[in-house]
C-alpha cells in the first residue's frame, strides 16, 4: 500500500533532526555540508534524514556542478496546516463552550426554580 503525501510529510516531520533541517532551510537554500554543521552526526546520516524530507516533497534538491544544494519546498506543509484547521476549529469550538460554561457558573445561582 503506498502511502498518501499527507502521512509522508507528517511522518518526516516527526524527527526533531529532519525538523531543525527544515528550520534551517527556510532562510534559504544549503549545502549538505552546511545543513549538518550543528549536528552531531556524520555525513550519511544527515543525508538518509535528506532522503526522507526528499521523498515526502518537503525539499527539492539542485545540481549545480558538484553540489546539491537544497531548498524547501513548503507546499505538503500547507496539506497538514489544513488537516490542522478542521482540528483547531473543533478546539476553539470546545473551548468557547467551556468558556460559557465556567461564565454561568461564576455568576452564581439562578433565582430560576427550574435550575
Known sequence: ?????LSLTLS??????????????AGGARTVTDL????????????RHLKVLERARLIERDRKAQ????????????????????????????FDRLDTYLTELQKGPSDDPAR
Open 67 to 94: 553540489w546539491r544544494p537544497c531548498r524547501l519546498a513548503p507546499e505538503p506543509l500547507k496539506d497538514v496546516s489544513a488537516w490542522l484547521d478542521q482540528y483547531r476549529r473543533f478546539w476553539e469550538e470546545s
Open 36 to 47: 549538518a554543521e550543528p549536528f552531531a552526526m556524520s555525513l550519511p546520516a544527515v543525508s
Open 12 to 25: 518526516a516531520l516527526a524527527d526533531p533532526t529532519r525538523r531543525a533541517i527544515l528550520a534551517r532551510l
Open 1 to 5: 500500500m503506498q502511502p498518501d503525501q
